[in-house]
């Protein structure tokens, strides 16, 4: 399969009403030839559910365990060691959940785009989502699992109504509340030119996805990262906003690093 360079930058804002920055975004990007070539890139983002109940906890934790997983787990294919490590990842956090004793429950959303080669597999828990952007579109991959998309789909309200819907915020599926987890695959090809998109959702409710796609496509992903982040400030920031940006050039990746990678460690609960 073709490995093509990347160009990628994440970016996360406490926006401009939160006391605390409930998102956590994070990459691992092999240098070394077998593990690219085996592993691929791995990009996650997670929003913390909860507010006091440690949502920021929740999202580093799931985000650094994810990778810490994937990269462990040999094997299968991708696509199935990145549903293990979200798996492994939520049994993890509500293992913690059952042992805590302030009844505060940790959740998280998570979304994650996986690219092996030529190969885009996304995972998908929550509201959080992952889009592709390419000759001037933007398509949106994954599936929001909020009451207010649920509602959107059965046809009992507009896009426009959920905007200012009161259950807005109603989460219908997390990482940690449950034993299990019900996670989405989806699986694109992807080619130079390509864009891969993740964000939480302080970003979609000000941002619009054609707008998304408008300053994505033509600047350097942290420059678009940034001026992303400040027009959802300037439209209120009423939440945290992350994004994460992987551009795929047009060069072919000829030289890796021959040595031994900085593999991802595992993130314990003593950490946080």
Not at 78 to 91: F, Q, S, Y
Not at 135 to 156: F, K, P, R
Request: charged share 20%.
């Amino acid at each position: 399969m073709p490995e093509w360079i990347v160009e990628s930058s994440q970016l996360s804002d406490i926006g401009l009403r939160r006391r605390y920055n409930e998102d956590y975004v994070a990459c691992y990007e092999p240098n070394h030839p077998a593990e690219l070539a085996t592993y691929g890139r791995l990009y996650v983002l997670a929003d913390g559910v909860g507010g006091g109940a440690a949502g920021e906890v929740a999202s580093e934790y799931a985000v650094r365990r994810i990778i810490y997983s994937y990269y462990q787990d040999q094997d299968g294919t991708p696509a199935g060691r990145l549903c293990r490590a979200v798996d492994t990842t939520n049994a993890a956090i509500c293992a913690h959940n059952q042992e805590r004793t302030d009844r505060r429950e940790m959740a998280t959303t998570v979304v994650a785009a996986l690219i092996v080669g030529d190969q885009l597999t996304m995972a998908n828990v929550g509201d959080s989502r992952a889009y592709l952007i390419y000759d001037g579109t933007i398509d949106q991959i994954t599936q929001d699992h909020s009451l207010v998309a649920e509602m959107i789909n059965e046809g009992s309200l507009t896009p426009q109504q959920a905007e200012a819907h009161p259950y807005r915020n109603v989460i219908l599926r997390s990482v940690g509340p449950n034993d299990s987890v019900k996670v989405d695959l989806f699986t694109r090809q992807v080619a130079p030119r390509h864009t891969v998109f993740l964000c939480s959702d302080g970003l979609t409710r000000r941002v619009s996805d054609q707008e998304i796609a408008h300053i994505v496509t033509p600047q350097p992903s942290a420059q678009a990262a940034r001026q992303l982040i400040d027009l959802a400030n300037e439209r209120g920031g009423e939440d945290n906003i992350t994004v994460s940006i992987t551009h795929i050039t047009d060069q072919l990746l000829r030289n890796v690093t021959d040595g031994v990678a900085q593999r991802p460690q595992m993130p314990h609960w003593d950490d946080f």
